[in-house]
């Protein structure tokens, strides 16, 4: 199994950009799409970006398009989704995640999770 550490994650204004990191470790020898995922509070946890193993193929959810950005880099084991034209909304925690398919967008489709990381957006 992969173990997951994200970092990254602090308070921001509204308008500004944030590079979150996912550090892989374990199995990581094995071909696995990475995925990010966010969860407000009181709201169920949502896809936000994900990346095929060889990051040839990425997805966005629709209400990040075009403002997020997900990369990874398989020699250092590294995922990043670099976040801009922040806006309130877009405060939670953010998850990063390892699984079989990036065109998956639901959370069961991910085996492998971070702790998570704290996005906070002010107004």
């Known amino acids: 199994q992969v173990q997951l550490e994200e970092s990254g994650g602090e308070l921001v204004q509204a308008g500004g950009s944030l590079r979150l990191s996912c550090a892989a470790s374990g199995r990581t020898s094995i071909g696995f799409a990475m995925a990010w995922f966010r969860q407000a509070p009181g709201k169920d946890r949502e896809f936000v970006a994900s990346i095929s193993w060889n990051g040839g193929s990425t997805y966005y959810a629709d209400i990040v398009k075009g403002r997020f950005t997900i990369s990874r880099d398989n020699a250092r084991n590294t995922a990043v989704l670099q976040m801009s034209s922040l806006k309130p909304e877009d405060t939670a925690v953010y998850y990063c995640?390892?699984?079989?398919?990036?065109?998956?967008?639901?959370?069961?489709?991910?085996?492998?999770w971070g702790q998570g990381t704290q996005v906070t957006v002010s107004s």
């Open positions: 995640a390892a699984g079989q398919w990036a065109s998956s967008t639901t959370t069961g489709a991910y085996d492998s």
